[in-house]
């Protein structure tokens, strides 16, 4: 191997560390969500912003629940916020309310 092929695996190897270390940023950087929060959310196998939009809050809830994880409302609350880009105390009474109902209720599984 040459010097320029060398170099080039260490700048591929470098780029994608980079895209990993954005993509565990990208949680921790999002409202309402810190450290443990994050850890939460990839014991359930959600790792960015994507994922948890693609399982919304409700479904993120629910795994976290079945996971045995105890956890108040306030983190269905704080996911939602996560979503939409603010602090979870600003989410109207009804969104609240209309959560709450959707992540209680017994016709839902956990996949």
Known sequence: MNADTNNFKALNFVGALVVLVE???ELIELKNL???S?????AIGVSTYDDLK???SVQAYRRIKARGINVSKVMLYALEGALLDIHWKALEPDLKERLVEEAEAED???S
């Open 23 to 25: 993509h565990a940023k």
């Open 54 to 56: 693609s399982m919304g």
């Open 34 to 36: 810190g450290a443990a």
């Open 108 to 110: 839902f599984s956990v």
């Open 38 to 42: 994050v850890n939460i959310l990839r």
